[in-house]
């Protein structure tokens, strides 16, 4: 079993600033990446970023310049830094784990920007 601890999120105005961070636990085997993804109402869950075992980053374009993915690998953490956000920005934000192509899911939490 692994599991996925997030921290994080919350209501934000506008223009606001909020830190998300995931940590790894359980029967954890060659991480090989870890990251953010979300989920808005009606819509499907979507990449935010991820960053590999060997400090490569990948960022939707909508939120490149704004977030900023960081992960130690080793210790099997990993956070997202997200400025300037957006309303557009509110969903259910969900740290993912990668290990030799399986895939873990932590339980989600809720990023909600007001206009």
């Known amino acids: 079993q692994v599991q996925l601890a997030e921290s994080g999120g919350g209501l934000v105005q506008t223009g606001g600033s909020l830190r998300l961070s995931c940590a790894a636990s359980g029967n954890i085997f060659s991480m090989n990446a870890m990251g953010w993804y979300r989920q808005a109402p009606g819509k499907q869950r979507e990449l935010v970023a991820t960053?590999?075992?060997?400090?490569?980053?990948n960022y939707a374009d909508s939120v490149k310049g704004r977030f900023t993915i960081s992960g130690d690998i080793a210790k099997n953490t990993v956070t997202l830094q997200m400025n300037s956000l957006k309303p557009e920005d509110t969903a259910v934000y969900y740290c993912?784990?990668?290990?030799?192509?399986?895939?873990?899911w932590g339980q989600g939490t809720q990023v909600t920007v007001s206009s």
């Open positions: 960053v590999n075992r060997g400090g490569l980053t």
């Open positions: 993912n784990a990668d290990m030799l192509g399986y895939s873990y």
